[in-house]
Structures are given as C-alpha cells and as structure tokens.
C-alpha cells in the first residue's frame, strides 16, 4: 500500500459513520415524501371540495358540468403547450369564459386554484397563469377529469335509465293497444256470428209446432167398400161352385 492509500485511509470516515449518514438521509428523504404526500393529499381534497359542493351545489348539473370541462380545456391546454402566450392567459370579458367561468359561481376560484391570476392588460381585465403553479395545475387538472369523467359516466347511466324506461312505457302502451284490438276483433266476430245467426232463422221462417197425428188426431175412417172388395155384396146360387157338395141334411 503506497503513502497516498495509507492518506485516504486515515482521511476516510468509519464504516459505521457512513451508515449513520446514509440512514439519517434515508430518514429525511422518507420524511419529507411523507410530507410531500400529506400536502398532495391535501390539495388533492382541496381541489375535490372547490368541485363538490363548490361549483356543483350552487349550480345547475348542465352548468356545473360545462364549466368544468371548460376548466379542463384551459389545463390541458396549458399543461400540453406551456409556452403558448395563447394557453396562458384568458380575458374575463370573453362571451364564452363569461358564461362558463365568470358568471357560474365557484368556477373563477377553481381556475385561481389551478393557477391563474386577475390582471388588466390594456384597460381590459384578464387572467395570467403563474409559471411556478405548474404543479397545482397537474393536480388541479387530474382532479378535473376525474369528475369530469364520473359526471360523464352518471349522464350516460341516466340516458340508458331514461331510455329503457321509455321503451317500457311504449312497450306497455303497445300491449294494451293490441289487447283492446283483440277484444275489438273478438267482439266483431261474435257479433258477426250473432247476425248471421238470426238472419238465418229468420230466412227459414217461423217454425210450426210438430203435432203426433196418433195422439191428438182420431183415426180416419175407412171406406170398407173402396178398401175391401167384396164387402156389401150377397152371395147367389148362381155365384156357388157347383162342384161344392149340397149342404148335410140330417
């Protein structure tokens, strides 16, 4: 070992106190994550709350859920061209940012929160956004499309709900429909059966009442003489058999 090794041996610190200082670092940089994470989580829960009841309770579902897209559009805008002058600024006299982030209450501390600033730029008020808020306008902005996209999901929901329920109602409505034409069509043909029925007795005409001709009728009388040859006739001698023997005479 040269003199310079035996040099840096006697400048270099133990081995246990490079472990100390490597567990005291560690140490630290797992506190101040801790921290880091406690504070995101915060914001997190900030930015949720600025939503929900912030924008959502004091206006209309159809409001609140334009002006967060709204909202959206201006992050990812910024979040995806930082350096366009366009993306970085908005004018609150503007008709479109008027009605969706000045006038909707709750909507113009949700865009502060993500960053931006009141400002007047040739006599016309407008909103600058802070370069050094690119970490709020990350959260803000991940915050923004997840309810933006949960707000999308129970619109669709309510749009199949309303839809079946519609169907149903139609499909209900058909079913009494096509049962009132069954009874309809039931009872036409009864009736139908019916008139066929009384004009065909009425074509037969009215029917006489059988009368038993040996119960209530006598016998007619019968013309022997027409019936029965030979009735009413007297024999003669003449008319005997001559052959026929002479009567006995005792």
């Known amino acids: ?6 040099i840096l041996d006697a400048t270099r610190p133990p081995l246990d106190v490079i472990a100390a200082a490597a567990e005291r670092r560690t140490q630290q940089d797992t506190h101040l994550s801790g921290a880091q994470l406690l504070q995101e989580h915060d914001q997190r829960q900030m930015f949720r709350r600025l939503i929900d009841p912030g924008i959502f309770r004091p206006n209309s579902k159809e409001v609140a859920f334009v002006s967060l897209k709204t909202l959206l559009t201006l992050a990812e805008n910024l979040l995806r061209e930082p350096d366009n002058l366009k993306f970085q600024q908005f004018k ?6 008027r009605r969706r982030l000045i006038e909707p209450k709750g909507t113009l501390e949700y865009a502060i929160a ?3 600033r009141p400002d007047v730029k040739e006599f016309q008020p407008i909103y600058v956004f802070n370069p050094r808020k690119m970490a709020e306008l990350r959260m803000g902005a991940a915050i923004l499309r997840e309810a933006v996209d949960l707000e999308s999901q129970k619109q669709e929901r309510a749009q199949r709900s309303k839809k079946e329920e519609k169907a149903a109602i139609e499909a209900a409505a ?5 049962a009132f034409l069954d009874d309809r069509m039931t ?4 009736d139908q059966r019916e008139r066929q029925h009384r004009e065909s007795r009425k074509d037969d005409g009215p029917m006489s ?4 001709i040996q119960a209530s009728s006598p016998s007619p009388s019968v013309d022997l003489q027409t019936e029965m040859p030979g009735v009413g006739q007297t024999l003669t001698s003449s008319d005997r058999n001559v052959d026929s023997p002479p009567p006995y005479n005792d």
């Open 92 to 97: 609150a006299t503007n008709d479109t940012i």
């Open 174 to 178: 058909q079913n009494v429909k096509l």
């Open 209 to 212: 009442p059988l009368t038993p």
């Open 187 to 190: 009872k036409k043909m009864r």
């Open 114 to 116: 993500l960053g931006f």
């Open 1 to 6: 070992m040269s003199d310079s090794d035996h």
